[in-house]
Nanobody, 120 residues
Framework: QVQLVESGGGLVRAGGSLRLSCAASGSMFSINTMGWGRQAPGKQRELVATITEGGTTSYVDGVKGRFTISRDNAKNTAYLQMNNLKPEDTAVYYC??????????????WGQGTQVTVSA
């Protein structure tokens, strides 16, 4: 079983910054793609940023140029640096990881989420 634990959420004013962290632990052969999703009240969860094991990143249009995803493979940790935050970024942010088990089966895991609130 794999656990993902997020940290770093909080309350910030518009224009401010936050950095989220996601630490993966448990039995796994490797972590493939990691990502960050978010879910605002009354809306579906959306994946806003992903990063492959090799470091290739992708972003949803609404966060390009403001959010940066990175990872430390040695620490099984992913980060999301969020700058110039806007009230519409308010949501619960979830870490996501595609993991290969020692059996070579692949599974997707989600963390428990961390609240990010941006005030106007």
């Amino acid at each position: 079983q794999v656990q993902l634990v997020e940290s770093g959420g909080g309350l910030v004013r518009a224009g401010g910054s936050l950095r989220l962290s996601c630490a993966a632990s448990g039995s796994m052969f490797s972590i493939n793609t990691m990502g960050w999703g978010r879910q605002a009240p009354g809306k579906q969860r959306e994946l806003v940023a992903t990063i492959t094991e090799g470091g290739t990143t992708s972003y949803v249009d609404g966060v390009k140029g403001r959010f940066t995803i990175s990872r430390d493979n040695a620490k099984n940790t992913a980060y999301l640096q969020m700058n110039n935050l806007k009230p519409e970024d308010t949501a619960v942010y979830y870490c996501n990881a595609q993991v290969t088990a020692y059996s070579r089966s692949k599974s997707v895991y989600w963390g428990q989420g961390t609240q990010v609130t941006v005030s106007a």
